[in-house]
């Protein structure tokens, strides 16, 4: 049994992520699973943040990461990638989406979410994290971890590998 896991072409992308701890939590998890990680400004911290750095430790050196100026400079870079938004406002649960080798999960701001105008553009593509009934949503690194490692898993099994080892 192998706790490694295989190289894969998942990104991750935080649509104007505001609070640098988070950031740094997110950047750290994308170097520990060989993610991408796009950040789409504006930015709600600079990236010299004591904050940032420290969440993100010494792993941050090793982050591939792009930052974009805006939503349509990001979601040119990605062109022809199939995307998924994680939206409180989904009505897909994260376990019925089918996630394939390639695709980019995208996460709003802490407090904004994903806006309307995307969200529209990727209406088919909107995914919510299940939870507990009248709760508003997770913290946005651990709803990236979530999102992240089930898209994961379901890159295991399509390749043929037993998830339980």
């Known amino acids: 049994m192998s706790a490694e896991l295989p190289s894969h072409r998942l ?16 950047g750290r998890l ?5 993610t991408a990680l796009h950040l789409v400004r ?4 600079v990236l010299s943040d004591r ?10 050196e090793r982050l591939r990461v792009t930052v974009h100026d805006d939503d349509e400079a990001f979601f040119r870079s990605i062109e022809g990638a199939r995307v998924w938004l994680f939206t409180s406002k989904g009505e897909r649960s994260l376990w019925e989406a089918d ?19 995307v969200r529209d553009r990727f209406s088919g593509r909107q995914v919510r ?18 999102g992240l490692y089930e898209a994961l898993r379901q890159i295991r099994i399509s390749r043929g590998e037993n998830p339980s080892h």
């Open 30 to 34: 994308c170097v520990a699973s060989g």
């Open 99 to 117: 996630f394939v080798d390639g695709d980019v999960l995208v996460f709003g701001s802490e407090t904004r979410g994903i806006g309307q105008s």
């Open 11 to 26: 990104q991750v992308a935080l649509l104007q992520p505001e609070i640098a701890p988070n950031t740094g939590n997110i």
């Open 129 to 146: 994290i299940p939870q507990t009934a009248d709760e508003r949503c997770l913290n946005l690194s651990t709803a990236v971890g979530i």
């Open 51 to 60: 904050n940032l750095k420290r969440s993100g430790m010494d792993y941050w």
């Open 42 to 45: 504006p930015l709600g911290f």
